[in-house]
DNA sequence: CAGCATCCTGCGTGATACTG
DNA sequence: CAGTATCACGCAGGATGCTG
């Protein structure tokens, strides 16, 4: 769980800063531009099979670990009607290509059987 | 968790195929050709931080969760001194280059640990 | 609107002991 | 050697209600 697991094995390091349902979505939507909360919700949700609500729990904490692990960024506008944007941070950014290729690979080997 | 997920969200389905601690990089120790049970299991605790042992438990419900999913296959030679060896199939090749794709993100963004 | 507080449940993970 | 059996535990994930 500390930095050796980086070193020594990358791909630890990377399942647990995407562990969780959400995080990997959630930075592939941040990838086109800044979300609001609310965006992000809904973006998940029409993606999902069944999926009705997400736990406002969850989803809260995946957005704060994304962001601990610095890999996007919270921007409060403090207005009466809050108003929160996440957006990808360059680290963020970095992360775009890898998901990239898990989703070609599961155009390729889910059939995408549309 | 049905088909649907594959379709509308490969990721979610990578995701659950490689969901556990040991899947990935067990995949990744299987591309150089078949290993035999111990032959992973030291493998893994090569590579890991703190780890002292890999409960068999643990080892052994990752191997047939990945057969199950049609990306390792098991081969049972039925001897005496039991003898069993994993190799990749072809959908467990295909997840490679993945794995690689992870693994040079890892090189690229965290080798400032190194 | 964008969360936080609280409670609850399942399962992934681990440790230990045993077996064909 | 290559597992299985059993017990235990923490935490991700969900549901509901409330708030600034």
């Known amino acids: 769980m500390d930095k050796n ?4 094995c990358p791909v630890l390091t990377f399942q647990r ?3 969780g349902k959400y995080k990997i979505r959630i930075l592939w939507d941040l990838k086109d531009g800044p979300r609001r909360y609310g965006e992000i919700r809904n973006g998940l949700l029409r993606g999902a099979s069944g999926s009705r609500e997400i736990a406002p729990r969850v989803l809260s904490r995946e957005l704060k670990a994304l962001a601990e692990f610095g890999l996007i960024q919270r921007k409060d506008f403090g207005t009466v009607p809050p108003k929160v944007e996440y957006r990808l941070t360059r680290a963020g950014k970095s992360f ?7 989703r070609r690979w599961g155009e390729r080997h889910l059939t995408a059987a549309a």
């Not at 697991?5 to 020594?8: A, P, V």
């Not at 775009?96 to 898990?102: G, L, N, R, T």
């Open 17 to 19: 800063m995407v562990s």
């Open 96 to 102: 775009v290509p890898v998901i990239a290729a898990i």
């Open 5 to 8: 697991d980086s070193k020594g």
